[in-house]
T-cell receptor, first 114, second 113 residues
C-alpha cells in the first residue's frame, strides 16, 4: 500500500511568513509523529498524536509551532512567523497503534527560511 | 530525558568487510531500539530493531546486539556492499510510554569498492 506522504516536498519562505506542512499517514495508522531534522543531524521529536488527540507536544521549540490532526488522519504542522533557525527537514512518521510498533517515515518537507 | 550517543560519525570500509556502529543510551526505561538507514535526500527506513527482552537479533547480513546492563547496543553489517553506503541512525524509545524516538547523531558509512 501507499506509504506516508508529505507535502510540499520543498518550501522556501521569507522570514516572518507563516507555513503549513501536511502529512498523510498510512491508512489506518493510529499514531502520528512529527520530527525535525537539521542538516547533518538525527531527527528530533516535536509532537505525537494518537488519533486526533495530541498526547505529547514537549518537543515543539516555541509557541510559533502548532500541530493538529482534527479527524485523526491527516496532520498539519504550522509554523508562524518563520525564523532562519526553523530551516530544516520536517519528517512525519506513523505507526499502526503506537504501542511497540514500527514508525514509518515520510519523505519529509525541506523548509528553507531566507 | 533520554540521550543517545552514536559512534563513529563516519566509517569507511572495504567492500566485503564488516562494519560496526555503536550507540549508548541513558534512560534505563528505554526498551525499544530501532536502526534506520537514510540515503541522501530520502526518508529514514527501518532496517532492524530489537526489544529489551532479547540480546541479539539477526536478519541476513545485518545484526543488532543489546547490552541492557551497560546501556549500549550495536549494529553489525557483514559482507558489505556498495548499496550499504548511507547514513545510519540508532534510536531508543519507551514502548508503552510516550513512544517517541530519540535518535543518535548518525554514522555516515562509505563502502569502498
Amino acid at each position: 500500500g501507499a506509504g506516508v506522504s508529505q507535502s510540499p516536498r520543498y518550501k522556501v519562505a521569507k522570514r516572518g511568513q507563516d507555513v503549513a506542512l501536511r502529512c498523510d499517514p498510512i491508512s489506518g495508522h493510529v499514531s502520528l509523529f512529527w520530527y525535525q531534522q537539521a542538516l547533518g543531524q538525527g531527527p528530533e521529536f516535536l509532537t505525537y498524536f494518537q488519533n486526533e488527540a495530541q498526547l505529547d507536544k514537549s518537543g515543539l521549540p516555541s509557541d510559533r509551532f502548532f500541530a493538529e490532526r482534527p479527524e485523526g488522519s491527516v496532520s498539519t504542522l504550522k509554523i508562524q512567523r518563520t525564523q532562519q533557525e526553523d530551516s530544516a527537514v520536517y519528517l512525519c512518521a506513523s505507526s499502526f497503534t503506537g504501542r511497540g510498533e514500527t514508525q514509518y517515515f515520510g519523505p519529509g518537507t525541506r523548509l528553507l527560511v531566507l | 530525558g533520554e540521550n543517545v550517543e552514536q559512534h563513529p560519525s563516519t566509517l569507511s570500509v572495504q567492500e566485503g568487510d564488516s562494519a560496526v556502529i555503536k550507540c549508548t543510551y541513558s534512560d534505563s526505561a528505554s526498551n525499544y531500539f530501532p536502526w534506520y538507514k537514510q540515503e541522501l535526500g530520502k526518508r529514514p527506513q527501518l532496517i532492524i530493531d530489537i526489544r529489551s527482552n532479547v540480546g541479539e537479533k539477526k536478519d541476513q547480513r545485518i545484526a543488532v546486539t543489546l547490552n541492557k546492563t551497560a546501556k549500549h547496543f550495536s549494529l553489525h553489517i557483514t559482507e558489505t556492499q556498495p548499496e550499504d553506503s548511507a547514513v545510519y541512525f540508532c534510536a531508543a524509545s519507551v514502548q508503552g510510554g510516550n513512544e517517541k524516538l530519540t535518535f543518535g547523531t548518525g554514522t555516515r558509512l562509505t563502502i569502498i569498492p
